[in-house]
């Protein structure tokens, strides 16, 4: 079974500049989860879409915004982009989101922000 | 509210001798908890997890862990490192979050040193 995929792996974009992630889940996994990584605060929980639905939001400003499609495929898209927002965005999926799962990280895409 | 934190930020250990990755956690209630590693530049890979079953849990590559709950701990071993430990490992805490959804909440994250 192919893992979870991340696209593009790297990105360079400009302050102002807006970007869109996408994220491919295991086959058979509803549940898409979306975290960023930095050295500064480590890993934190954006949000969560389940059948195209969000879910779950972390605490973060609304120019971070993501969707999923039909077919559990999701999108996060980041408008306006500040310095601040250069990290690792990591894209985790799971078959239901409930109970006893195990959310399945993918290889993240790597966004900096000049 | 959840929380997680792993004692170390940096571990070094030799080819063979024992591993201790330290983690405490708060929970309001019984936690589910998890270990994750991560090599560079690669993703988050589960190591072992524990959802209120064996309080010892046996994860892959030889690692274990032990839930104490008088403690709130969650400490991560392995009997003998291996060069190819070296990476980051992550100690999480899963909470609910209502409306069928759970959260993860991660530690700073400890990172492991093998030296040969």
């Known amino acids: 079974k192919a893992g979870v995929t991340q696209t593009p792996r790297y990105l360079i974009k400009t302050r102002g500049q807006q970007v869109t992630l996408s994220c491919s889940p295991i086959?058979?996994?509803?549940?898409v989860s979306w975290y960023q990584q930095t050295p500064g605060q480590g890993l934190q929980f954006l949000f969560e879409?389940?059948?195209?639905?969000?879910?779950n939001k972390g605490n973060f400003p609304g120019r971070f915004s993501g969707r999923q499609f039909s077919n559990s495929r999701s999108e996060m898209n980041v408008s306006t982009l500040e310095l601040g927002d250069s990290a690792l965005y990591l894209c985790?999926?799971?078959?239901?989101?409930?109970?006893?799962?195990?959310?399945?990280f993918g290889p993240g895409t790597r966004l900096t922000v000049t | 509210a959840q929380s997680v934190t792993q004692l170390d930020s940096h571990v070094s250990v030799s080819e063979g001798t024992p591993v201790l990755l330290r983690c405490n956690y708060s929970?309001?209630?019984?936690?589910?908890l998890f270990w994750y590693v991560q090599h560079p530049n690669k993703g988050l890979q589960l190591l072992l997890k524990?959802?209120?079953?064996?309080?010892l849990v046996k994860g892959i590559n030889g690692f274990e862990a032990e839930f104490k709950k008088s403690e709130t701990s969650f400490h991560l071993t392995k009997p003998s490192a291996h060069m190819s430990d070296a990476a980051e490992y992550f100690c999480?805490?899963?909470?609910?979050?209502?409306?069928?959804?759970?959260?993860?909440?991660f530690g700073k994250g400890t990172k492991l040193s093998v030296i040969p």
């Open positions: 086959s058979g996994h509803r549940s």
């Open positions: 999480v805490v899963r909470s609910y979050s209502g409306a069928g959804s759970y959260q993860l909440t």
């Open positions: 929970s309001s209630y019984s936690p589910s």
């Open positions: 985790a999926s799971s078959w239901s989101g409930d109970g006893a799962y195990e959310q399945y």
């Open positions: 879409y389940f059948s195209e639905t969000q879910r």
């Open positions: 524990y959802t209120s079953a064996a309080t």
